[in-house]
Structure formats: structure tokens, C-alpha cells
């Protein structure tokens, strides 16, 4: 009986313009390594292990990331359009996003408390039944995102755009909102709010 393979370990290393388009790679651990302008779209990243890892300028378009463990995992800049979160490792996931893109993506379920979106594009993401507790949306846009049985415990929406939150069926304990943009509240009820008296 062969024994398993014990996955390859990459620490601190910087990996430039690597093309895993489609690729399945190899069961792997990168701890503190930094990926600028790679693609791994439709790649296979089944049981990879990412920690403290920084990808910059990435695209993981439409990527799988079944059993894939990310901790402490900053995308900048990256495409993460229609991409499963649901099915990563959950003792491993932990994230920051800044200006990225992850519309069409899912987190239905997950845990993401603390997590920072900053200046990213949220469009048709869906939230439903997910930790968002302590979370910051920051000059987000949440166009069409979906929010259902969705802990908003402090999450802050202060700057967040276009977002639209059924404050019945979400749990909203000292959620953060400008006078700005609380319409987002009020769209389930189909009232005519304007700024003029």
C-alpha cells in the first residue's frame, strides 16, 4: 500500500506571471509567498493550502477550490469572478480583498467575520446564511449581492454602494450605515425616497 505524498512546501517565495490556466497543481502548502499577475482560472486547486500568502494582479476566475485552505490571504487587485468560497477548507479561511472583483461569487454558509472588502466589486454575490459579523464593506459595490438569514452584527455599510438588505430577515444588531445610504433598508418596501423636502 503506497503512503501519501506529503504535499510540497513553498515559504517565502515570489511567483511572477505563472500561467495555471485549467491546471490541476499538485497538493501543495505556500506559506508567505506572493504571486503577481498569475492566472488560475478554471484551475484545480483542490487541497492547496495558501497561508499568508499575498496574490496581486491575480485571476482566479472560475477557479475550484474544493478543500482549499486559505489563512490570512490578501487579494489585491485580483478577478475572482463566479467562484465557489463554500467549498474551501473551513478551518483555513480567512481573507482581505482590495479592489477586486468577485462578482458572481458565492460564500452562502461561510464564516467570514472581520473580513475587509475594500474598493471591490460585489455584484450578485451571495451572502445568504453567512457570518459577515465585524465585516467592513468600503466603497463596495454590492449591486444585486444577496443577504438572507445573513449575520450583520457591526458590520459597516457606511460607505458601502448599491447594497439592498431586508432588515426582517437578517440579523442587524448595531449594524454601521450613513444617513446617505439607508435606502438600501427600505427597497423591499417600494417607497419613493428623495433628498428634497
Not at 505563472?18 to 501543495?28: F, I, Q, S
Not at 484551475?43 to 478543500?67: I, P, Q, T, W, Y
Amino acid at each position: 500500500m503506497g503512503t501519501e505524498k506529503e504535499p510540497e512546501l513553498h515559504e517565502d517565495k515570489q511567483f511572477v506571471t505563472v500561467n495555471y490556466t485549467g491546471d490541476r497543481l499538485e497538493k501543495a502548502e505556500f506559506i508567505k509567498c506572493e504571486f503577481l499577475n498569475c492566472d488560475f482560472s478554471k484551475s484545480d486547486l483542490r487541497d492547496v493550502d495558501f497561508a499568508d500568502c499575498h496574490f496581486k494582479e491575480c485571476n482566479f476566475s472560475m477557479a475550484l477550490l474544493n478543500g482549499t485552505g486559505m489563512k490570512d490571504v490578501i487579494f489585491t487587485g485580483c478577478k475572482l469572478l463566479g467562484v465557489d468560497f463554500t467549498r474551501c477548507n473551513k478551518f483555513m479561511f480567512s481573507f482581505q480583498f482590495i479592489r477586486s472583483y468577485l462578482d458572481y461569487s458565492t460564500f452562502l454558509g461561510t464564516r467570514l467575520k472581520k473580513t475587509t472588502f475594500t474598493a471591490c466589486s460585489l455584484k450578485e454575490v451571495d451572502f445568504s446564511e453567512t457570518d459577515l459579523s465585524f465585516c467592513v464593506f468600503d466603497q463596495s459595490d454590492l449591486s444585486a449581492a444577496r443577504f438572507s438569514n445573513t449575520n450583520l452584527e457591526k458590520t459597516d455599510f457606511r460607505t458601502a454602494l448599491n447594497f439592498s438588505l431586508d432588515p426582517a430577515i437578517n440579523k442587524m444588531k448595531k449594524t454601521r450605515f450613513s444617513a446617505s445610504n439607508l435606502t438600501g433598508l427600505l427597497d423591499n418596501y417600494s417607497l419613493d425616497i428623495s433628498d428634497e423636502s
